[in-house]
């Protein structure tokens, strides 16, 4: 199994920033793909950013040029560093990875999800 522990959840003000981290763990042969889901209350789950193999990025329109996702292969990490944040970002932040365990089986896993409440 795989596993994913996430922290940097918080509270921060209307403009601030945070930053969370994830970390994956388990039998992992490979991780093709990491990223950053939340939902907001009432409504549904949302990508907010991926990074895949290569180093390639997307990111949802609405936290683009304000999020940057970023990952490291040693630890099998992926960070979000949140800048300019809004009201409207407030949501229980999911990690995802997808990837191969040494029993050569995909895996797709996820956190437990951390809090992002932004709010004066």
């Known amino acids: 199994q795989v596993q994913l522990v996430e922290s940097g959840g918080g509270l921060v003000q209307p403009g601030g920033s945070l930053s969370l981290s994830c970390e994956a763990s388990?039998?992992?042969?490979?991780?093709?793909?990491m990223g950053w889901y939340r939902q907001a209350p009432g409504k549904q789950r949302e990508v907010v950013a991926r990074i895949t193999s290569g180093g390639s990025t997307n990111y949802a329109d609405s936290v683009k040029y304000r999020f940057t996702i970023s990952r490291d292969n040693v630890n099998n990490a992926v960070y979000l560093q949140m800048n300019s944040l809004k009201p409207e970002d407030t949501a229980v932040y999911y990690c995802?990875?997808?990837?191969?365990?040494?029993?050569?089986?995909?895996?797709?896993?996820w956190g437990q999800g951390t809090q992002v409440t932004v709010s004066s």
């Open positions: 388990g039998s992992i042969f490979s991780i093709v793909a």
């Open positions: 995802n990875a997808m990837g191969y365990d040494y029993r050569r089986q995909a895996f797709d896993s």
